[in-house]
């Protein structure tokens, strides 16, 4: 079946520029992450989508990160007014949202602001 | 709000040589424990994972991880690594109750040398 898909894969834009990355999650998946992933970083949670509930937001960085969940499926992360520390790869993962269920990773959005 | 630490960024060994990498969480309530890996040019994909009773997991390739309440550790070993094993491994801890939020520590790149 079909995994997590993200797009695009590989984004350059401008400093200062907004930017909008796409996360299409499994099918039937309640529960959808957002991670950032620098080099020498680790994952860094950013945000948390569990069926109805609002979402858990708390490792958003700053207020130009917001990223929304429409009719439980697909989702969006905004970058606003993009600067050079944003550059990094932006995973994407779902879940089936039950007890300990294992994560689905998408490939990624690979950011780099100039 | 729970947190881990992988206290080795880099672990080096020589093929056939056996392999612990370091995980330690933070929580004040009972935790769900995951180790993911991350092969060169791959997704993140589950590799094991302790949820309740018995405190020795196994997963693929021949990891084994012991959750060590105690010592709030949750260590991944393997007794004889090889070259394909080659890859980042990152420790993920989530809260048993709540949001089940997911969070994941640095990672540790592990490097088989011939």
């Known amino acids: 079946g079909a995994g997590v898909s993200q797009s695009p894969s590989n984004k350059v834009t401008e400093k200062g520029k907004d930017v909008e990355l796409r996360c299409d999650p499994i099918s039937g998946h309640t529960a959808l992450y957002w991670y950032r992933q620098s080099l020498g970083q680790g994952l860094e949670f950013l945000i948390y989508?569990?069926?109805?509930?609002?979402?858990?937001k708390s490792g958003l960085p700053s207020d130009r990160f917001s990223a929304e969940r429409t009719g439980g499926s697909v989702s969006t992360l905004t970058i606003q007014r993009t600067q050079q520390e944003d550059s990094a790869v932006y995973l994407c993962a779902s879940s089936p949202g039950t007890v300990g269920s294992p994560l689905h990773f998408g490939n990624g959005t690979r950011l780099t602001v100039t | 709000a729970q947190s881990v630490t992988q206290l080795d960024s880099q672990v080096p060994v020589f093929e056939e040589a056996p392999v612990e990498l370091r995980c330690n969480y933070s929580s004040s309530v009972s935790v769900y424990l995951f180790w993911y890996v991350q092969y060169p040019n791959q997704g993140l994909q589950l590799l094991l994972k302790?949820?309740?009773?018995?405190?020795l997991v196994k997963g693929i390739n021949g990891f084994e991880a012991e959750f060590n309440k105690s010592q709030t550790s949750f260590h991944l070993r393997k007794p004889s690594v090889h070259i394909s094993d080659t890859a980042e491994y990152f420790c993920?801890?989530?809260?048993?109750?709540?949001?089940?939020?997911?969070?994941f520590g640095q990672g540790t790149r592990l490097t088989i040398n011939p």
């Open positions: 302790y949820l309740s009773g018995s405190t």
């Open positions: 993920a801890v989530s809260e048993n109750q709540g949001a089940q939020k997911l969070v």
């Open positions: 989508f569990q069926g109805n509930s609002a979402p858990d």
